[in-house]
């Protein structure tokens, strides 16, 4: 499956933005899907997750409550919607397909997309 994430961008602290994910070549739904994300000099780092139905999501400490992975298996894509968003967020954002289980670890996944930058200014 290829991935192809969007949505990042420039934007002030305590703002929104939404990434979105979108899959081709292979049967979308049969993918769990997780964010992931690599800040500056740190390394790669889990995000949220969600299963092949969307019935089941995981988020890392630092962004529960403020994050929302969904998914859209008509479309074949999956959402990242991050409110209230932090200077510390700035990272490099990527979309991971799992072709078994939802998954938080890197490993595990089978596909990754390019990535897309979001940047908070304080």
């Known amino acids: 499956v290829q991935l192809q994430a969007s949505g990042g961008g420039l934007v002030q602290a305590g703002g929104s933005l939404r990434l979105s994910c979108a899959a081709s070549?292979?049967?979308?739904?049969?993918?769990?899907m997780s964010w992931f994300r690599q800040a500056p000099g740190k390394e790669r780092e889990f995000v949220a997750a969600?299963?092949?139905?969307?019935?089941?999501?995981y988020y890392a400490d630092s962004v529960k409550g403020r994050f929302t992975i969904s998914r859209d298996n008509v479309k074949d894509t999956v959402y990242l919607q991050m409110n209230s968003l932090k200077p510390e967020d700035t990272a490099i954002y990527y979309c991971a397909a799992n072709n078994l289980v939802v998954t938080t670890r890197q490993y595990e996944c089978d596909y990754w997309g390019q990535g897309t930058l979001v940047t908070v200014s304080s």
């Open positions: 070549g292979r049967t979308f739904s049969s993918y769990a």
């Open positions: 969600i299963s092949r139905s969307g019935g089941n999501t």
